[in-house]
């Protein structure tokens, strides 16, 4: 089963019960707050191709059940999915706020062994992270189809049979390609879904590579939609949220 359908399988009683209070669609990010006092985060990934209306005339989940939002995880154009994720997590917000704070990403690279000379894969460039690598020895490769790095291919053999541990956005939902990385990873690699739309729980990611779950949960609700609504990135975000890492 894909990801995304575990991801709505997950939160459909949720969804359920709740309503879409906000939605708001930033430059940076996403954020939706729902009924039960939640509010999530996630990447707005827009498609290339795009006119002046990225949503379509008709399209209002405000007021609505969580459910007519949900199944657009699965289906139709990234900035939906966004959207989807970011109910998602608002859904999960609670629960998310208790988890470990991971500030400087120590819990992250230790449960990947991130020692000398182990072997990163990196799906999406994170460059706040470079640094801490480059001190704890490691030896990085990098793919990012957004900003051209890399070689999608060639990479692939690369996560087959040389990543040791292996590093993933959680963009990866956005535009559909979660599954063909998880597929591509070696069975005695670590991985770890990193980033702000990074949803928080364990059960979607049973019986796949990934060990960790590293996101943004924000803890103070009008800043965070002050920060999407003027098209700010993580690092604003995080200063009102929880840098949270869950351990599967």
Same mark, same amino acid.
Request: glycine fraction near 8%; hydrophobic fraction near 40%.
């Given at each position: 089963?894909?990801?995304s ?6 939160f ?9 209070e906000?939605v708001?669609?930033g ?6 707050t729902?009924s ?7 990447y707005?990934f827009?498609?290339?191709e ?9 399209a209002d989940f405000?007021g609505k059940s969580?459910?007519?939002l949900l199944p ?5 154009p990234p900035?939906?999915r ?5 109910l998602?997590?608002?859904l999960n ?5 208790v988890l470990?704070?991971d500030r ?10 991130i020692g000398?000379s182990?072997?990163?894969a ?8 470079m640094?801490?690598?480059?001190e =704890?020895g490691a030896q990085?490769?990098v793919v990012?189809i957004q &900003? @051209?790095? +890399?070689?999608p291919?060639?990479?692939k053999?690369? !996560?087959?049979t040389w990543?040791q541990?292996?590093?993933v956005?959680?963009?990866s939902?956005?535009?559909?390609t979660i ?6 990873i ?5 991985a770890?879904l990193l980033?702000p ?5 364990a ?5 796949t590579p990934v060990?960790?779950l590293?996101?943004t949960v924000? =803890?103070?609700?009008?800043p965070i939609?002050?920060?999407?609504? &003027? @098209?700010? +990135?993580t690092?604003?975000?995080q200063?009102f949220? !929880?840098?949270?890492?869950?351990l599967?």
């Amino acid at each position: 089963m894909k990801i995304s359908k575990k991801l709505f399988e997950a939160f459909r009683e949720n969804a359920e019960k709740n309503t879409v209070e906000l939605v708001s669609v930033g430059l940076g990010y996403t954020a939706v707050t729902v009924s039960g006092g939640g509010i999530g985060l996630a990447y707005t990934f827009l498609d290339s191709e795009h006119g002046c209306s990225v949503v379509d005339k008709d399209a209002d989940f405000e007021g609505k059940s969580c459910l007519d939002l949900l199944p657009h995880i699965e289906e139709g154009p990234p900035v939906y999915r966004a959207m989807a994720l970011a109910l998602i997590n608002a859904l999960n917000h609670r629960d998310a706020l208790v988890l470990k704070e991971d500030r400087k990403n120590d819990l992250l690279f230790d449960a990947l062994d991130i020692g000398d000379s182990t072997r990163v894969a990196m799906v999406g460039h994170f460059g706040p992270l470079m640094p801490k690598l480059r001190e =704890r020895g490691a030896q990085v490769e990098v793919v990012d189809i957004q &900003h @051209g790095i +890399g070689d999608p291919e060639a990479f692939k053999e690369k !996560l087959r049979t040389w990543a040791q541990a292996v590093i993933v956005t959680s963009t990866s939902i956005l535009n559909d390609t979660i599954d063909g990385i998880l597929e591509n990873i070696a069975p005695d690699a670590k991985a770890a879904l990193l980033g702000p739309s990074t949803p928080l729980i364990a059960a979607p990611f049973e019986n796949t590579p990934v060990k960790i779950l590293a996101g943004t949960v924000p =803890r103070e609700q009008e800043p965070i939609l002050k920060a999407v609504r &003027h @098209g700010k +990135g993580t690092p604003a975000l995080q200063k009102f949220s !929880l840098k949270a890492c869950l351990l599967l």
